[in-house]
């Protein structure tokens, strides 16, 4: 980029123009007040003396010298206007060597004003896709550019932290669709396109295909619902908390039927608050998932909610193995499963169901918590803000049921 097309030099340009017109307005101040505090005029009557020498007599003998006279006031006159055009001739000398002097001033002002600019430059320079843990940091005082590079400094720390996710996404997601391919791929080989194979081998892999599907679609599905809720295209209103559990129960209602078990509801009326509905009954509904999964048969299963001060909940509370103490900060991670989840292969879960629990709800303001122990069973809580919430504080840390 060429020096004269910089911000630098426009800066410099502006500084040196201001500088001296200012400084040429206070000489032309000065010199107008100078012009107008005296009357500068040249000498236009001058008279020729001739030169004499007083005796002591009191007699005046002449010299033979000829002098060139004029008034007095003529002489002040004309050393007015000499003084006067001295003043101009030196001021003319100083708006010269002023603008020089101001050229070289605005481009070492402009300079220190834009150092900052170029630390942002130079930073954004080597910052790259993959890498983001470079960060500008500016020093000093408190300014429009130090608020400038604070600004970019907190955009880089949400990339790095949604670039360092993304990634450990499509690793995670990669891992989990590698096992079911090499499943459909092995069985396809061994039994499907070998001629010895009998029927019954055949039908044991095409069961066993259509598990490692069942598994992958389920695994599509919920990478899907991420990327939605991960890309704000929810539409926000008024939700009314017990119907969308009273909702979320009902479409789990048969398969609860089905394996022996009973949902019982404890939904308080009147709970709104301001959320997508839709996203709001998944995550209910992935917790039903879990809770009627992992019940024992003839267990019962709750589905509450409530309200505390601020904060409605919504609780799933299941009659189930439990969470070690040691994982339960874990569970709401992507793609972790307990000791439970992986036991049994024929319904092996994605590990997502959780982490898109904990996603919707935390987009919504809220917090999730767990409350376990093992053989005891678990306890679900969705906390959410409420729509007429008016303070600031934190949600409760005790299981409201």
Partial sequence: ???????????????????????????????????????????????????????????TVPTGTTLEVAEVQQIEDEVNLRLLQTVRDYSLIALGGLFVASLGIGWVLSGRALRPVGAIARTAREIQATDLSRRIRLTGSRDELRDLGDTIDSMLDRLDHAFHAQRQLIDDASHELRSPL??????????????????????????????????????????????????????????????????????????????????????????????????????????LSNAVRLSPLGAAVKVATGRVGDWLWLAVADEGPGIAEADQPRVFDRFWRGETARGGSGDRRTGLGLAIVRQIVESHGGQVAVFSRPGTGSTFVLWLPAADRTGDTRPPVSAPV
């Fill in 1 to 59: 980029m060429s020096v004269f097309r910089s911000i630098r030099f426009r800066l410099t340009v502006l500084y040196s123009t201001l500088l001296f017109a200012l400084a040429g307005a206070g000489l032309l101040v000065a010199y107008v007040a100078v012009d107008r505090a005296v009357d500068p005029k040249p000498i236009t009557k001058r008279y020729e003396a001739q030169l004499v020498k007083l005796k002591s007599d009191g007699r």
């Fill in 182 to 287: 090499a499943i459909i791929r092995a069985n396809l080989d061994a039994s499907l396109t070998a001629p010895e194979a009998g029927e019954q081998e055949r039908a044991a892999a095409v069961a066993t295909i259509d598990r490692a599907t069942t598994r992958m679609s389920r695994l599509v599905e919920d990478l899907l619902a991420t990327a939605r809720r991960d890309a704000d295209s929810m539409s926000d209103t008024d939700v009314d908390l017990s119907a969308v559990a009273r909702e979320a129960g009902e479409d789990f209602a048969a398969l609860a039927t089905g394996r022996g078990l009973r949902l019982r509801y404890a939904l308080d009326p009147g709970l709104t608050l301001i959320g997508d509905p839709d996203t709001l009954r998944r995550a209910a509904g992935n917790l």
